[in-house]
C-alpha cells in the first residue's frame, strides 16, 4: 500500500482528500438548507408537504417551482449549489483514488479519463430541471450514470486486485456499484410509465448516495491519516 501511495506528491494528496471531505461538508450543508425551505411534492404525491428523503429525487430540489406548484426559487439555488459541490468531491475522488490501484496504468488513466467526463456530464444535470427541459433531464442523468459507473467499475476491478485496504475500498465500491446500477435499472424500466415510478426507485438513488459518499470518505480518510507511511 505504501508503493501505491507514493504516486504524485503527498501535498497534492492531501489536498485533494480535503477538498473531498470539504466539499461533502458542503454538499451536506447546502441540501439540508435546500430540503429545509422546499414547499412539497414528490412525484408520487404532488401535495405532500415539505421534503421527503426516500420519496423525492435530489433533482426535485433543483426545481424553480416544486412539484406542489409553489414557488422554489432560493430552494433550487442552493439544491444547485449543492450539487456542484458534490460534482467537486467526485472529481476529487476520481483522481486520488487510482493513487490505491499499485502499478496498473491502464487502470489510473481508464478511471481519471471516464469519471472526470462523468463529472462534467453530471455537472450538467442540475441544471436542466425536468419541468422546463423534460426528458433532456433524465437522458443527460442516464449518460452521466453510465460514466460514472463505468468508471467505478474499472476501480473496482483494479482495488479487489490488490490486497488489505484497498480490497476493504473495493468491497465498499462494489456495494456502491451494486446499489447504483440496479437504481439504473430501475430509471430506465420505469422511465416511459404513465404512472410515477414507485418508491424505490427515488429511495435507491438514496442509498446508492450515501455508500458513494461513504466510500469517497474512506479514501479521503485513508490518504489524510497515514501521512508520516506516505512520507516515507
Not at 96 to 101: G, R
Not at 151 to 157: S, T
Not at 198 to 214: D, E, M, R, Y
Request: with cysteine.
Amino acid at each position: 500500500m505504501r508503493e501505491c501511495v507514493k504516486r504524485g506528491s503527498d501535498a497534492r494528496q492531501r489536498q485533494c482528500a480535503l477538498l473531498i471531505a470539504l466539499s461533502l461538508a458542503a454538499f451536506g450543508g447546502l441540501f439540508v438548507a435546500a430540503a429545509a425551505v422546499y414547499p412539497g411534492g414528490n412525484w408520487l404525491d404532488p401535495q405532500a408537504p415539505g421534503h421527503r428523503f426516500f420519496a423525492n429525487y435530489f433533482c426535485d430540489l433543483t426545481q424553480p417551482v416544486s412539484l406542489s406548484g409553489v414557488s422554489n426559487r432560493l430552494g433550487s439555488r442552493l439544491a444547485q449549489l449543492a450539487m456542484l459541490s458534490f460534482g467537486a468531491a467526485l472529481a476529487g475522488f476520481f483522481w486520488l483514488v487510482p493513487l490505491y490501484f499499485g502499478p496498473n496504468a491502464r487502470a489510473v488513466a481508464r478511471v481519471r479519463g471516464i469519471g472526470e467526463g462523468a463529472v462534467l456530464s453530471y455537472l450538467v444535470v442540475p441544471f436542466t430541471p425536468s419541468k422546463l427541459f423534460g426528458e433532456v433531464h433524465a437522458w443527460l442523468s442516464l449518460f452521466a450514470g453510465a460514466l460514472g459507473l463505468t468508471a467505478a467499475l474499472c476501480a473496482v476491478w483494479a482495488l479487489l486486485r490488490l490486497p488489505g485496504v484497498a480490497r476493504a475500498l473495493g468491497a465498499l465500491g462494489a456495494l456502491t456499484l451494486a446499489a447504483g446500477t440496479f437504481h439504473a435499472v430501475l430509471f430506465i424500466h420505469y422511465l416511459h410509465d404513465r404512472d410515477p415510478a414507485p418508491l424505490i426507485v427515488p429511495a435507491v438513488q438514496k442509498v446508492t448516495a450515501l455508500l458513494l459518499i461513504a466510500w469517497m470518505l474512506g479514501v479521503a480518510w485513508l490518504t489524510l491519516s497515514r501521512p508520516r507511511e506516505i512520507d516515507r
